[in-house]
T-cell receptor
């Protein structure tokens, strides 16, 4: 298996532009997580899905952020409009699991986003 | 609210020694703790999971303990090697959700 795939790996954009990050989870995994990592705040959970349904989006910073999972093999995280403070590394992770059960998470390589 | 705290200062040790990293949590005991390794420019990689009813877990040179009285987990790497140099993240989970809350990580540097 190729593992979790994220694209693009690097994104540089200007403030106000729309940014779309993409993720393909490991086949057969039914939970998908979006994280943001910065030096100041560490690794923060933004949103997670179980069986393509958003379960907890309490970590989404504000309405500028949205995430979708139209099917079991694809998810997007969109930022519109982007701001310099959104600059971070965004990770997607997937796992087998059901609610309340602990399973290891498999992380993608991340997307490094820079908003100028 | 529940917090996961790790020593933000880097830990420098000599090759062959045992490295010990600390993860403290506040308030309630999480149902389980997970430890991950993260190398620069890469995503975290799962290492070990320990549940609250387990005192200790081992995997090769790695050992994790869970002390609910001290509200602490210790992560040990015995016979450390320069290749063990990385950032190690502690994460808690439990309840009705399958999500994890991560600590900020501790950077380990193993020198010759």
């Amino acid at each position: 298996d190729a593992g979790v795939i994220q694209s693009p790996r690097h994104e540089v954009t200007e403030m106000g532009q729309e940014v779309t990050l993409r993720c393909k989870p490991i086949s057969g995994h039914n939970s998908l997580f979006w994280y943001r990592q910065t030096m100041m705040r560490g690794l923060e959970l933004l949103i997670y899905f179980n069986n393509n349904v958003p379960i907890d989006d309490s970590g989404m910073p504000e309405d500028r952020f949205s995430a979708k999972m139209p099917n079991a093999s694809f998810s997007t995280l969109k930022i519109q409009p982007s701001e310099p403070r959104d600059s971070a590394v965004y990770f997607c992770a997937s796992s087998l699991g059901k609610r309340g059960v602990a399973y290891e998470q498999f992380f993608g390589p991340g997307t490094r986003l820079t908003v100028l | 609210s529940q917090k996961i705290e790790q020593n933000s200062e880097a830990l420098n040790i000599q090759e062959g020694k045992t490295a010990t990293l600390t993860c403290n949590y506040t308030n309630y005991s999480p149902a389980y703790l997970q430890w991950y390794r993260q190398d620069p420019g890469r995503g975290p990689v799962f290492l070990l999971l320990i549940r609250e009813n387990e005192k200790e877990k081992r995997k090769e040179r790695l050992k994790v303990t869970f002390d609910t009285t001290l509200k602490q987990s210790l992560f040990h790497i015995t016979a450390s090697q320069p290749a063990d140099s990385a950032t190690y993240l502690c994460a808690q989970g439990g309840g009705t959700a399958s999500k994890l809350t991560f600590g900020t990580g501790t950077r380990l540097q193993v020198t010759l």
